[in-house]
């Protein structure tokens, strides 16, 4: 199934200030400011993943994608840097 992605990367610091500017005003910390990565483009994702330049993702750098996606989330949870990640994180 093909997934269709919007490019937004034109928007990415826009997006970012905007939403840096809300958790700021709100003083909330639940509201997660992303970076700019977020909004690449789907050609700049798919070539970041391509870390041997073959022109296709092999199963190993998929791997290593999701390892780092699920530990980026992960630590971004962990906001005591316990280890853990409890209920009120």
Do not use: W
């Not at 199934?1 to 919007?6: E, F, G, N, S």
């Not at 905007?18 to 690449?40: H, L």
């Not at 750098?61 to 780092?68: F, K, L, P, V």
């Amino acid at each position: 199934k093909k997934r269709h992605q919007t490019d937004l990367s034109a928007y990415a610091a826009d997006i970012v200030e905007c939403v840096q500017d809300a958790q700021d005003e709100s003083g909330d910390t639940n509201i997660v400011v992303p970076t700019a990565d977020k909004f690449a483009s789907p050609e700049t994702k798919f070539a970041d993943l391509d870390t041997d330049l073959s022109g296709g993702l092999s199963l190993p750098e998929i791997t290593t994608a999701i390892t780092t996606h699920k530990t980026d989330a992960f630590n971004d949870m962990d906001t005591n840097n316990s280890n853990d990640v409890t209920v009120e994180e």
